[in-house]
């Protein structure tokens, strides 16, 4: 298949992406795709389609998890349940170079896409599948939401103050997965076309050399590896660290403090030669810089009550405007408690352009160029399709007549638009 309008300098230029996706994790894996210049064709049911279309309204009658995931793919909306939406799919296939998905435990198997039967019938398709808890386990046969997998990894407990436990308001159990497996996608794309490459010209076209992979990826791993210092932590130490709010059981003095004109100030410090600095620069405390029972990390996170009573007492005297440029000129981490609706005229995203306008099926709206900057490189920030907006004309690349298209429009097999003329 031919991607559509690829940017010559885009990095995954000519990579085709069929996802089978819902919710977050995978939406997020397909769209890091997307901005590096993939063809993302996401496969929908045709009733309703990715249910994260319907969380909410606020974006212009769109839901915002959807559009902050969805952009730059293209819809087909697809009856998976039929043998004629089936054929369909792997039509797609056949011609494309990763199968991301993450729907219910046992769904593709249900579907004649597991791994092994992938393997065998695509055998250059590098196939991810996100699920909750693995292919196997105790738990694998388990739904995972991203708050259930955050609190069965512990994540949970070390979130929010002792005795009330807290879920991050991110996502982050959904998102960091689907990181994962962009990553996974893009290492395997890399080995499969330098071994293609190593074969002589002949071997030079990916989709034949035989060098695929099939990729299982589960929420509730990459919470245990995020989780990684709290583990080592309790299986050395023998206990579990009270979560601290917007602290650190790790390092101190490190958190949140309030201001004399009625703001937040997030100070930290990470080494003994910080902690010197805040204690004689900028609290003008010596005695504590002299304390033997701060003199080392280890003393300061035992004795953290003292030393936040003494930096809000310094704090509560000033101005957050004064704090921080006394701590810049100290060379003291320091940062400003913003709730979300400051973060959105944020001067280090306004004044760095960061936001991009970007197409939606209600008209357009501001979205946030992805993290990465690569030089001589835009990210295309392509639209947020519509529920099959793409469908007629990707069946038409694949061949289908238009005669096709409407009989499987008519099964019930395909939905989106009615069919409009399609140049051949």
Not at 340 to 369: C, F
Request: one cysteine or more; glycine letters at 8%.
């Amino acid at each position: 298949m031919t991607p559509v309008d690829p940017a010559a300098a885009a990095p995954l230029a000519g990579i085709t992406v069929i996802a089978l996706e819902q919710a977050v994790s995978a939406p997020m894996c397909t769209r890091v795709l997307a901005d590096f210049g993939a063809r993302v064709i996401k496969i929908e049911n045709p009733v309703g389609g990715d249910f994260a279309r319907h969380y909410d309204d606020v974006v212009l009658g769109q839901a915002a998890h959807f559009v902050w995931v969805n952009r730059g793919k293209e819809s087909v909306a697809l009856d998976l349940k039929t043998d004629a939406g089936l054929d369909v799919l792997h039509r797609l296939l056949s011609g494309a170079d990763v199968l991301v998905s993450n729907l219910a435990p046992g769904a593709t198997a249900r579907l004649g896409l597991s791994p092994d039967e992938l393997a065998a019938r695509y055998p250059s398709l590098v196939a991810v599948e996100i699920d909750g808890f693995g292919r196997d386990g105790p738990l694998s046969h388990k739904r995972a939401y991203d708050l259930l997998v955050q609190a069965e990894a512990g994540v949970c407990a070390v979130t929010g103050t002792a005795g009330q436990p807290a879920k991050p308001g991110p996502p982050v159990a959904d998102a960091t997965t689907g990181l994962y497996a962009a990553l996974s996608i893009m290492m395997c794309l890399y080995r499969r076309d330098a071994k293609a490459a190593t074969g002589g010209p002949e071997r030079l076209d990916h989709l034949v050399s035989g060098e695929g992979a099939t990729i299982g990826i589960s929420l509730f791993d990459t919470m245990a590896e995020l989780m990684g210092y709290h583990l080592t932590y309790a299986r050395h130490a023998g206990v579990d660290q009270e979560p601290l709010g917007m602290s650190s059981p790790a390092v101190a003095p490190y958190g949140a403090y309030p201001t004399a004109d009625g703001n937040t100030v997030v100070l930290g410090t990470t080494n003994d030669r910080e902690w010197q600095r805040l204690a004689t620069t900028i609290l003008q405390r010596p005695d504590l810089a002299d304390d033997p029972r701060f003199r080392t990390n280890t003393g300061r996170t035992r004795h953290r009550a003292e030393l936040d009573a003494a930096i809000t007492a310094w704090c509560t005297r000033h101005d957050l405007a004064d704090i921080q440029r006394i701590a810049d000129e100290a060379g003291i981490g320091n940062a400003r408690y913003n709730r979300p609706s400051e973060v959105i005229s944020h001067p280090q995203l306004t004044q760095r352009n960061r936001w991009r306008d970007i197409d939606t099926p209600a008209g357009p709206i501001p979205s946030l160029l992805p993290p990465a900057v690569i030089a001589d490189y835009e990210p295309p920030m392509g639209p947020v399709p519509a529920l099959g907006a793409d469908t007629d004309r990707i069946l038409n690349e694949l061949g289908c007549t238009a005669e096709e298209i409407d009989r499987l429009r008519a099964a019930a097999v395909l939905g989106g638009p009615a069919r409009t003329e399609v140049a051949t």
